[in-house]
């Protein structure tokens, strides 16, 4: 490895724009990952069909739902964190691709 190479990562170096950075891989996936569009998709026909459910999350005040609009919630609920554990897959995927990509810098490989 150079002696002279000095080690500096992203974030160190474009902290100010790190959050945009992620935000980036992760508008990437719907046109990328067809599962992940699928859950978008599943996602916005429970809110078109159950349109009170979509309050539950744009409004401060209580909500009353019926039985199948708490089934409907739930279910929503479950997408959503199949898209974060998908958008979390990506974020490693990409700190794993640039890592490699610093280490061809540093002349490791």
């Given amino acids: ?52 459910v979509l309050g539950v999350f744009d409004s401060e005040q209580a909500a009353e739902l019926t039985k199948e609009e708490c089934a409907a919630l739930i279910r929503i609920m479950e997408l959503k964190n199949q898209l974060t554990d998908m958008e979390l897959q990506s974020i490693y995927f990409r700190g794993c691709y640039d890592s490699v990509g610093y280490l061809k810098k540093a002349g490791v490989l």
Avoid: C, W
């Fill in 1 to 52: 490895m150079s002696g002279a190479f000095r080690f500096e990562t992203f974030v160190d170096a474009h902290s100010n724009i790190f959050n945009e950075y992620l935000s980036s891989v992760i508008a990437k996936l719907p046109k990328e990952n067809e599962e992940y569009k699928v859950v978008q998709d599943e996602i916005e026909s429970l809110y078109e069909k159950y349109p009170k």
